[in-house]
């Protein structure tokens, strides 16, 4: 069981950066792997990036790859989204993740947090 806070959203030109936070709270203290997903009205949720618990492997949507980058902080129980040269197509209420395995998502979501990208 975990429960997940985001942070860090906001409204943000086209090229600009923001970084997305994942405060995670656990009474087992589970060793989790997180995830990020995204979803627009109308549209699926959709894969963004993942990261396995030690911080060793990652996985990326094609489409955010080279501008994304996903860490994590396990002593601060926190997972990390840093987004650079965002474009439209990004705006989208991110959503944080955790229990996935690669790019398939696990059982246990955040509220989700605003990412609007646009001039």
């Known amino acids: 069981q975990v429960q997940l806070v985001e942070s860090g959203g906001g409204m943000v030109q086209p090229g600009g950066s923001l970084r997305l936070s994942c405060a995670a709270s656990?009474?087992?203290?589970?060793?989790?792997?997180m995830g990020w997903f995204r979803q627009t009205p109308g549209k699926e949720r959709e894969f963004v990036a993942s990261?396995?618990?030690?911080?060793?492997?990652?996985y990326y949507a094609d489409s955010v790859k080279g501008r994304f980058t996903i860490s994590r902080d396990n002593a601060k129980n926190t997972v990390y989204l840093q987004m650079s040269s965002l474009k439209p197509e990004d705006t989208a209420v991110y959503y944080c993740?955790?229990?996935?395995?690669?790019?398939?998502?696990?059982?246990?979501w955040g509220q989700g947090t605003q990412v609007t990208v646009s001039s």
């Open positions: 990261i396995s618990w030690t911080g060793g492997t990652t």
């Open positions: 656990s009474r087992t203290g589970s060793r989790y792997a």
């Open positions: 993740n955790a229990g996935g395995l690669g790019y398939i998502q696990g059982d246990y």
